[in-house]
């Protein structure tokens, strides 16, 4: 089902398992740093979730690359991490719209409502390589492109949110 898509599945997965380092690059170096209770709260709605998607990618890249990716054992895991994934994406999402500090409207949709939807997606795509469908192959290559696309968008934000640290009307708490 897969012949022919080994090059896109290898690049995606080498991305997020880069992308994957890189963040917790920047999450170590700025670990230190003294944060507002409004910060701590929020970074996990953030970051450990971005990491999730970059899981995700690399999973479902590697799930594809393996030998036996044709299997039915394989499609049936892609398809449970996807809807892991889905339901991730959910919680989330219902978290950032109940953060005591009302998140930005833009995170509300790149970090809750972008990857909802591309993890519905990915579900969809991956019930569509498990019933052996004809495009499921290229559905599954969209959706974890878009899903890197939303993860390393996120990841930029992220990366430049933690260098900055808190701003100067915040107070860090003891």
Do not use: K
Request: proline share 6%; charged share 10%.
């Amino acid at each position: 089902m897969f012949s022919g898509w080994q090059s896109l599945f290898q690049m995606t997965g080498e991305a997020a398992a880069t992308l994957t380092g890189l963040l917790f690059i920047v999450v170590t170096l700025t670990a230190g740093r003294p944060r507002p209770r409004g910060m701590q709260i929020g970074s996990r709605f953030y970051t450990t979730p971005t990491v999730f998607h970059f899981a995700t990618v690399l999973a479902i890249s590697a799930m594809a690359l393996a030998p036996a990716g044709e299997g039915p054992w394989p499609a049936a895991l892609m398809l449970a991490w996807s809807l892991a994934g889905l339901a991730c994406a959910l919680h989330v999402t219902v978290g950032i719209l109940r953060l005591p500090n009302h998140a930005h409207w833009s995170d509300i949709g790149w970090y809750g409502l972008g990857p909802l939807a591309a993890h519905a997606a990915l579900a969809l795509a991956c019930g569509g390589v498990v019933l052996r469908l004809p495009h499921a192959a290229l559905g599954l290559a969209l959706t974890i492109l878009a899903l890197l696309l939303v993860a390393t968008r996120n990841a930029w934000d992220l990366a430049t949110w933690l260098a900055q640290g808190p701003s100067l009307d915040q107070e860090p708490e003891a």
